[in-house]
């Protein structure tokens, strides 16, 4: 009797399950169950550039808007790897909605385990704990959601400049005047998680990178405005128009770190800003899916042409499939490295990993489009948009593959204290 037909069974997005703690497992899952829904909606918001409002409501029905929150504010209580693997599988169906989701968990891990290790006085301590429990109520009781604006076309989203958008502190709260631009979620978050410099009076000039501080602006305050076009090559469902404050007044309740903690944040948490990887390791493993089952004759709609018997062929998916399992490694290795005062060569091994998911995310899209052939690039497939979206992810601040490159540079070259003295003739 003739064996029965199989199909191509993906692999888990962060290799063996059997690896996985139960609580990972089951969220991977539960986004897992989601993904078909989202990868048939993935079209019309990219030809749209149309923001993925029903996926967030399937997030905020999975209870999912709340991954990592900490459990004792009723969140979920994921860690820097746990969100990894979940944002992974996220970009594994929709690379916008995962690369969206990033900026509201930013909101949720700034202030949550990564604060908690932080140096706060017992003081500051309470008063985070008090007004962090606010932040969280909105996103678990209510579902709301944070947007992430943090670059504004200048050295502060690079790292090396303090944010142009201030923050001058007034009776009961801080107002708040600025512009940032590329904001995923504008008009769509209920929050703008801003990063700006806090004015101190009578100071002259502006502030320093050390007085950043992060509030949180309803995005209905007055003051708010959402503008500028969004016609971009990818990630077009992200929506990142810019948006202005103008004397915004928030209470001293808009803090999402204390003062000055958020430079302490981003100096000692590096990993901090490695969020914006898994969209783009979850599009890395669709491209290799996508070429499997489209060589195999599997793809939904189409004749069941199959291509695998042709040797070039083979090897091409071969060369994907060592490519994605290197990036999978790193990026999990990555994720299991996140901690407190990295030392030199795990801060390294951070840039190496984060510049290794985005570049070849966008490589492995390449590679799938040669391989599959023509008609892969159709618009009626999906392959062509994982391409575009791909793209963008090694132009994210602050780790743009050449700022990744920088870093790495100097830090392999040269320890934290070391200065050239004068070149030789
Ligand atoms: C789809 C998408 C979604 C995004 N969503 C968000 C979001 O939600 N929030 C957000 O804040 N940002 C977001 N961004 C913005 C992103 O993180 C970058 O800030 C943006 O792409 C930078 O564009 P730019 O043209 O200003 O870059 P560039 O001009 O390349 O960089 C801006 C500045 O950074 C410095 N810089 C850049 N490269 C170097 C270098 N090699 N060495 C030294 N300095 C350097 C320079 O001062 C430069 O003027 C998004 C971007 C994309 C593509």
Not at 274 to 300: C, H, K, N, S, W
């Given at each position: 009797?003739?064996?029965?037909?199989?199909?191509?069974?993906p692999?888990?997005?962060?290799?063996?399950?059997?690896?996985?703690?139960?609580?990972?497992?089951?969220?991977?899952?539960?986004?897992?169950?989601?993904?078909?829904?989202?990868?048939?909606?993935?079209?019309?918001?990219?030809?749209?550039?149309?923001?993925?409002?029903?996926?967030?409501?399937?997030?905020?029905?999975?209870?999912?808007?709340?991954?990592?929150?900490?459990?004792?504010?009723?969140?979920?209580?994921?860690?820097?790897?746990?969100?990894?693997?979940?944002?992974?599988?996220?970009g594994r169906?929709?690379g916008?909605?995962?690369?969206?989701?990033?900026?509201?968990?930013?909101?949720?891990?700034?202030?949550?385990?990564?604060?908690?290790?932080?140096?706060?006085?017992?003081?500051?301590?309470?008063?985070?704990?008090?007004?962090?429990?606010?932040?969280?109520?909105?996103?678990?009781?209510?579902?709301?959601?944070?947007?992430?604006?943090?670059?504004?076309?200048?050295?502060?989203?690079?790292?090396?400049?303090?944010?142009?958008?201030?923050?001058?502190?007034?009776?009961?709260?801080?107002?708040?005047?600025?512009?940032?631009?590329?904001?995923?979620?504008?008009?769509?978050?209920?929050?703008?998680?801003?990063?700006?410099?806090?004015?101190?009076?009578?100071?002259?000039?502006?502030?320093?990178?050390?007085?950043?501080?992060?509030?949180?602006?309803?995005?209905?305050?007055?003051?708010?405005?959402?503008?500028?076009?969004?016609?971009?090559?990818?990630?077009?469902?992200?929506?990142?128009?810019?948006?202005?404050?103008?004397?915004?007044?928030?209470?001293?309740?808009?803090?999402?770190?204390?003062?000055?903690?958020?430079?302490?944040?981003?100096?000692?948490?590096?990993?901090?800003?490695?969020?914006?990887?898994?969209?783009y390791m979850g599009i890395a493993q669709a491209a290799y899916d996508f070429t499997v089952q489209y060589?195999?004759?599997?793809?939904?709609?189409?004749?069941?042409?199959?291509?695998?018997?042709?040797?070039?062929?083979?090897?091409a998916v071969?060369?994907m499939r060592?490519k994605l399992?290197?990036t999978?490694?790193?990026?999990?290795?990555?994720?299991?490295?996140?901690?407190?005062?990295?030392?030199?060569?795990?801060?390294?091994?951070?840039?190496?990993?984060?510049?290794?998911?985005?570049?070849n995310a966008n490589d492995l899209c390449r590679l799938a489009l040669r391989t599959c052939?023509?008609?892969s690039?159709?618009?009626?497939l999906p392959l062509e948009r994982l391409y575009r979206d791909s793209?963008?992810?090694?132009?994210?601040?602050?780790?743009?593959?050449?700022?990744?490159?920088?870093?790495?540079?100097?830090?392999?070259?040269?320890?934290?204290?070391?200065?050239?003295?004068?070149?030789?003739?």
């Amino acid at each position: 009797m003739p064996a029965a037909p199989q199909r191509y069974v993906p692999s888990h997005i962060a290799g063996h399950a059997g690896t996985l703690t139960p609580r990972q497992r089951e969220w991977v899952g539960r986004v897992a169950e989601l993904g078909p829904a989202w990868s048939a909606r993935a079209a019309r918001y990219d030809r749209d550039a149309s923001f993925p409002f029903e996926n967030f409501d399937d997030l905020r029905r999975a209870g999912l808007l709340g991954l990592c929150v900490p459990q004792a504010s009723g969140g979920l209580g994921a860690d820097f790897l746990t969100y990894s693997m979940v944002g992974a599988e996220m970009g594994r169906w929709c690379g916008t909605t995962a690369l969206c989701f990033n900026m509201h968990v930013c909101a949720c891990l700034w202030s949550g385990a990564i604060a908690d290790g932080l140096d706060m006085s017992p003081a500051q301590r309470a008063d985070h704990e008090r007004i962090r429990a606010l932040h969280y109520a909105r996103i678990v009781s209510q579902g709301q959601l944070f947007a992430q604006p943090f670059s504004e076309g200048g050295a502060a989203a690079a790292g090396s400049a303090p944010w142009s958008t201030v923050a001058r502190k007034v009776e009961g709260g801080y107002l708040v005047s600025g512009r940032k631009i590329f904001v995923s979620l504008a008009g769509a978050a209920d929050w703008y998680g801003v990063l700006c410099t806090l004015e101190r009076p009578g100071r002259e000039g502006r502030g320093t990178r050390q007085d950043a501080l992060y509030l949180a602006l309803p995005a209905k305050a007055p003051g708010v405005t959402v503008h500028g076009d969004w016609d971009p090559l990818g990630m077009r469902g992200t929506v990142s128009r810019n948006v202005s404050f103008q004397d915004v007044f928030v209470a001293d309740e808009a803090r999402l770190l204390p003062e000055g903690l958020y430079f302490q944040a981003a100096s000692r948490f590096p990993h901090m800003f490695g969020t914006l990887a898994p969209a783009y390791m979850g599009i890395a493993q669709a491209a290799y899916d996508f070429t499997v089952q489209y060589l195999r004759g599997e793809i939904p709609g189409m004749p069941p042409a199959r291509r695998r018997m042709y040797p070039t062929k083979q090897h091409a998916v071969a060369e994907m499939r060592v490519k994605l399992e290197a990036t999978r490694a790193l990026f999990l290795q990555n994720a299991r490295d996140a901690r407190l005062d990295p030392d030199a060569d795990t801060r390294m091994r951070l840039y190496a990993a984060h510049y290794t998911v985005m570049e070849n995310a966008n490589d492995l899209c390449r590679l799938a489009l040669r391989t599959c052939g023509g008609q892969s690039m159709l618009k009626t497939l999906p392959l062509e948009r994982l391409y575009r979206d791909s793209r963008c992810g090694s132009l994210m601040l602050p780790w743009t593959a050449e700022l990744c490159i920088d870093h790495l540079g100097r830090e392999c070259l040269y320890e934290a204290s070391e200065e050239d003295e004068a070149l030789e003739d």
